[in-house]
């Protein structure tokens, strides 16, 4: 429990004495008083009102009166219908700068719990390019790791990735028609034109194209025929592009799944399905009737014999469960799959499968000139993108540092870079769609990633020129309103992310350093730590090294390394 967790209870123990047996008080009647003035923490007499048939007004006037103040407490009164608490900075001030020293990068961490947590997400298709449109599935899912860790729980990422879908059969067909081979252009780029031109093919002559297409599709799901070796061979290509992305960007994943592992298992419960009159053949088709439960019809087998994302979907979860038993497991997958997973989730609890599932759902990266489709080809490939990120901010920052040497300047723009990329996504809500900026994602001021680090650099080159001067808890000399503002954010911070986990919304975390870095510019600006004296300099430098800890702690929840300088 946090320190001001533990101000909270305090002041839970204390409104249960004054309101009596009547009401109880809990965690969720607290709220934040909407001006830092009135308080740090506020509890509403309107449940209590209603519970006692009273005037909420009179009973806030009461309930103070009653109120004493130590410990956490400074002082209560009543405003209107609400208690406001203002809490003793020194008490509060001293608990959460010794937690943050003694915590270093645990702080904001629970501890550890038994509930196991599947986070399935980076799930891109082989024999396509990966593109900027991937990068909020990887980036929230590896930050959905994070902060359920954090929170607690035992986590274990997994990824699953398509290698033997349609597109691949596709994407082998145009191949063996053109009879082109890469040669110097890049083999992922080569899959990616020739998946374009079989998709053009297949508009300009459809039963033809989806005729050979699946027979294709067919022989490789029994891995015979002609093309299962150029499916080894390009399926390698992919596989190591994706694994080498996944590397580059810090993701996670305990283990990969693959379509083509499935084949076997999803053809044995598809009949077990059937057996058990939960599947049904329908016009030559395989499908699990979801009307009533108003989700339509789930298709499992095409007529050609073919198997859809779907029977495959059922296959894994019970992979899954065999491989790790999971308490709980969630699916991190863009909104417009949202109708498929409920239908997964319909067919396998008709199926008998007992544990919970979840659908973490997010809107899709968008570009000025539309959405991106690999089928259309208008896709910005990721190392394309990440390579135009950095260029941009190496000129930036050679330009601020024309004495860095250039692998001093290489380091920091790629950290810019990444942080810009990677915050710029993670900030905004789930259910809101991004058009990405790219010039405004790298701006070192606002709500973005390279404003966060430039705020963690600042704190470090503080204490740096500091050098070995001594340090100290709160005391009595923070008593500016920087200072009090800057430690309400420290000492909320392992709140924040609970609240953040429970809600699984990694956007709060964004907003809470980038409200930590706010404060702290104001602090700056206001105190000059490095010429006080005594201590007064003790006390604020603890504080700025609390502010450097909880950015880089909320930064790692995030996936954003910090820099020495910028």
């Given at each position: ?24 008080p809990t ?12 308080g ?8 209590l009102?209603?519970?006692?048939k ?29 208690v ?5 900075m ?17 702080y ?12 399935e997400?980076?799930?891109?298709n ?10 909020r599935?990887?980036?929230v ?9 954090a929170?607690g729980?035992e986590?274990?990422?997994?990824s ?7 597109h ?6 145009m ?11 890049d083999?992922i ?13 297949e ?15 067919r ?29 580059e ?6 283990k ?16 077990d399905?059937r ?5 049904v ?6 499908i ?11 298709l ?5 014999g ?16 065999d ?17 498929a997973?409920k ?6 609890k008709?199926?008998?499968f007992?544990?919970?599932l ?9 570009l ?18 990440r390579?135009?990120?950095?260029a941009l ?28 990329i ?8 789930l ?19 390279p404003y ?5 650099a600042?704190?470090?080159?503080l ?50 350093l980038f409200d ?15 010429e ?17 800890q ?17």
């Amino acid at each position: 429990m946090s320190a001001f967790q533990d101000a909270k209870r305090q002041i839970l123990l204390d409104l249960k004495s004054a309101v009596g047996k009547e009401f109880t008080p809990t965690v969720a009647d607290l709220t934040t008083p909407p001006d830092a003035k009135l308080g740090e923490v506020a509890f509403p007499c309107f449940a209590l009102a209603k519970a006692t048939k009273r005037n909420p007004t009179e009973l806030a006037s009461e309930i103070a009166a009653k109120l004493e103040t130590k410990g956490f407490v400074a002082r209560a009164v009543a405003a209107g219908p609400f208690v406001n608490f203002t809490l003793d900075m020194k008490a509060l001030g001293d608990a959460a700068l010794g937690e943050i020293v003694a915590q270093g990068d645990a702080y904001g961490k629970a501890p550890p719990g038994k509930t196991r947590v599947m986070v399935e997400f980076a799930n891109p298709n082989t024999h396509k390019e990966a593109h900027v449109g991937h990068l909020r599935n990887f980036f929230v899912g590896q930050a959905v790791v994070n902060l359920l860790s954090a929170a607690g729980y035992e986590v274990i990422p997994v990824s699953y990735i398509n290698d033997l879908g349609t597109h691949v059969a596709k994407t082998l067909w145009m191949m063996k028609k053109s009879g082109e081979l890469p040669g110097k252009e890049d083999r992922i780029a080569f899959m990616g034109r020739m998946y374009t031109e079989a998709v053009r093919a297949e508009e300009a002559d459809p039963e033809a194209v989806k005729k050979e297409v699946s027979v294709i599709h067919r022989d490789l799901e029994e891995l015979k025929g002609p093309y299962v070796s150029s499916w080894k061979k390009s399926r390698k290509w992919s596989l190591a592009e994706l694994h080498a992305i996944f590397k580059e960007l810090g993701l996670t994943i305990d283990k990969t799944y693959y379509e083509s592992e499935l084949i076997g298992e999803t053809k044995r419960l598809v009949e077990d399905l059937r057996h058990r009159s939960i599947a049904v053949q329908s016009e030559g088709a395989v499908i699990v009737d979801l009307t009533p439960e108003k989700l339509g019809v789930n298709l499992l087998v095409k007529s050609d014999g073919t198997l859809l994302y779907n029977a495959k979907d059922l296959a894994l979860a019970y992979r899954k469960e065999d491989d790790f038993h999971p308490d709980r497991s969630l699916y991190v997958v863009d909104g417009r799959q949202s109708l498929a997973l409920k239908q997964l989730f319909a067919t396998l609890k008709r199926a008998g499968f007992q544990k919970e599932l979840g659908h973490v759902s997010y809107e899709f990266i968008t570009l000025k000139e539309g959405a991106m489709s690999s089928r259309k080809g208008n896709i910005i490939r990721y190392e394309s993108f990440r390579d135009e990120m950095v260029a941009l901010a190496r000129a930036e920052t050679a330009k601020r540092h024309q004495d860095w040497a250039a692998k001093k300047v290489e380091k920091v723009a790629r950290a810019v870079a990444f942080a810009a990329i990677r915050f710029g996504v993670l900030k905004q809500d789930l259910d809101k769609a991004i058009t990405f900026d790219m010039q405004e994602a790298l701006s070192f001021d606002g709500f973005t990633g390279p404003y966060l680090l430039y705020t963690c650099a600042r704190a470090k080159s503080l204490l740096k020129k500091a050098g070995r001067a001594k340090r100290a808890n709160a005391g009595d000399a923070l008593t500016h309103p920087t200072e009090r503002a800057l430690l309400m954010k420290l000492a909320r911070f392992p709140e924040t992310v609970h609240e953040s986990a429970s809600a699984i919304h990694p956007s709060g975390i964004a907003q809470c350093l980038f409200d930590l870095a706010q404060a702290f510019a104001a602090f700056y600006e206001a105190v000059n730590v490095l010429e006080s004296q005594g201590a007064a300099k003790a006390q604020r430098l603890a504080l700025v090294d609390a502010v450097r800890q909880v950015m880089e702690n909320g930064l790692a929840l995030l996936g954003i390394d910090t820099v020495e300088e910028m």
